[in-house]
């Protein structure tokens, strides 16, 4: 289960933000709307420990993440969250197949080749495991970033802003594909968005 409880975040001691206490369960999606500036990708950045509250907590299977240390919280978002930011963020020098065994390593696991290829082989994109990033196109790079959120088999995958600069045939791969992914390890999937064609895709809605 993934919650927060009274969760603030301030930027300067006038300007803070308030978010509505959110339970997620195993195995659900969600979706967390808002127009720009309602602070969706801050609490993006909160639920994944990226960022520390101010006032409150976050959550994750009783392992509350704003009392962990940094080494810690480290260690413990690279094995059970994902994140599919809206920018890549890969290492450029390295090809796909070694960004996705370093995740592997800042999780402090081993490399796991075979799950390497499994992931890559169910996203398609099995033939650019010995490419580098800037060799691939803007939805193979997209493919691979969510393969890196998904290469520890996290308890929650947070996506942000998956499909802002998408048309409408992607937009539905995208989804799909992330709930898919999401279902296969009974993650919590939970996408951030202002995008408002995804607001029929998804039963459970957070509004900001």
């Given amino acids: 289960m993934l919650e927060t409880q009274n969760l603030k975040f301030n930027y300067t001691a006038n300007d ?3 978010f509505p206490d959110i339970s997620c369960n195993a195995g659900e999606h969600w979706l967390l709307l808002g127009q720009s500036g309602s602070g969706k ?3 993006l950045h909160l639920l ?3 960022r520390m509250p101010k006032n409150g907590s976050v959550i994750l299977d009783k392992t509350v993440l704003n009392e962990l240390s940094a ?5 413990f978002r690279g094995k059970h969250i994902g994140i599919v ?8 020098s390295l090809t796909v197949l070694d960004n996705l065994a370093l995740a592997q390593r800042l999780a402090g696991s081993k490399v796991n080749l ?3 290829h499994s992931i890559l082989k169910q996203l398609n994109i099995a033939h650019k495991l010995n490419s580098k990033p ?6 193979e790079q997209q493919r691979v970033a969510i393969a890196r959120a998904l290469i520890n088999q996290p308890s929650v995958i947070l996506a942000d802003e998956p499909t802002s600069a998408l048309d409408d045939v992607n937009t539905d791969k995208v989804i799909q594909l992330l709930k898919e992914q999401a279902a296969a390890v009974d993650a919590i999937l939970l996408i951030v968005t202002h995008d408002n064609r995804l607001k029929t895709k998804f039963d ?3 509004l900001l």
Avoid: N, P
């Avoid at 080494?71 to 260690?75: E, H, K, V």
């Avoid at 930011?85 to 450029?92: A, K, P």
């Fill in 16 to 18: 803070y933000l308030e």
């Fill in 41 to 43: 990708t801050t609490l």
């Fill in 48 to 50: 994944a420990g990226l």
């Fill in 71 to 75: 080494s810690q919280l480290d260690r």
């Fill in 85 to 92: 930011f809206q920018q890549s963020h890969f290492v450029r």
């Fill in 114 to 116: 075979d799950r390497i």
């Fill in 134 to 139: 800037e060799k691939l196109s803007v939805g």
């Fill in 204 to 206: 459970k809605q957070i």
